[in-house]
């Protein structure tokens, strides 16, 4: 289980599932957040997936992760027992990820060839 945290820096309020973020404001989801989907106006949604133990590339070894994807960037937040993870939107639509344990950029690709997933 991880914690999520939103800070909004950004000018605009962001749609979250069936809250609203509203700019200037920090945003706690206490309960399990599991998958959630931040659709940011005027950008592309932040995925948020909770990927549980399942290691999906990058370097950290904490047993649990967050994948987090926008735009084409990947980043994967990997913690122990309880995770932390910070995130704030900034003016001008930059992302920043914080929190306990490792949060490193790592290269997903959405899409594989056949002869890739056989090996």
Sequence with gaps: ??????????????????????????????ETPGNIILTIPG?????LRDIGKQHIGGPGTKTRGVLFSCQGDERIHRYESEGNLIVTLNNPAQKKADGNGDVTLTRFYSFQLAEETSK
């Design 1 to 30: 289980m991880y914690v999520l945290t939103v800070i909004n820096n950004y000018v605009y309020t962001i749609p979250a599932g069936e809250k609203e973020l509203e700019a200037g404001r920090t945003f706690k989801v206490t």
């Design 43 to 47: 950008l592309e949604s932040l995925n």
